[in-house]
């Protein structure tokens, strides 16, 4: 009889204002400035055996307010200045607010891509966001939810599970949570 695999557990992350400072629409690399801590936060759920799947809307494309070749040089300084490995898969969603969407937070298609291509347990996963609709759409997908105070954290109105000033101190819940 083989031998039963855990579940795979997945921390979702938002990408603006969550692991980089807000800049409203990014869509120029060298405004790329991630939060302190981030990589060593990152590094932590990997080694608790998550994976880091950003999950982000950029309706900055769907607006017309940059290209997708924008966005793409955008990721990759992100991905560069949080190093390798940390990230195991990015999904975004370029939709206008205005079209109906299945993929842009507070849906949950991102979330359900990811857990198709993964194999992930939503039950032993979180989503971390500093916006309501981040805290909205794990709620819609029945995962846990942090809200941190960057970003726009400090001025969203929502139910998290947990609210945090950084996501190294969301980090730490979550891996308190998993003791008790």
Request: aromatic share 8%; hydrophobic share 40%; charged share 25%.
């Amino acid at each position: 009889m083989a031998a039963e695999r855990a579940p795979t557990r997945a921390v979702f992350l938002d990408r603006d204002g969550t692991l980089m400072e807000e800049v409203g629409y990014c869509s120029r690399s060298e405004d790329v400035r991630i939060f302190p801590g981030v990589p060593d936060a990152l590094e932590t759920l990997k080694e608790a055996g998550f994976l880091n799947i950003i999950i982000t809307n950029q309706s900055g494309i769907g607006r017309g307010y940059f290209s997708a070749s924008d966005y793409e040089n955008v990721q990759s300084e992100l991905l560069r200045q949080i190093g390798d490995g940390l990230i195991d898969a990015t999904y975004f969603c370029a939709d206008h607010p205005d079209q109906p969407s299945r993929r842009r937070k507070p849906a949950t298609g991102m979330l359900e891509d990811a857990a198709r291509d993964f194999g992930i347990d939503f039950a032993g996963s979180w989503v971390i966001g500093d916006k309501a609709i981040d805290v909205e759409c794990g709620k819609n997908a029945g995962l846990r939810t942090i809200l941190v105070e960057t970003g726009y954290g400090k001025q969203a109105n929502c139910m998290p599970d947990f609210r945090a000033k950084t996501l190294a101190e969301a980090v730490t819940w979550i891996l308190g949570s998993l003791k008790s």
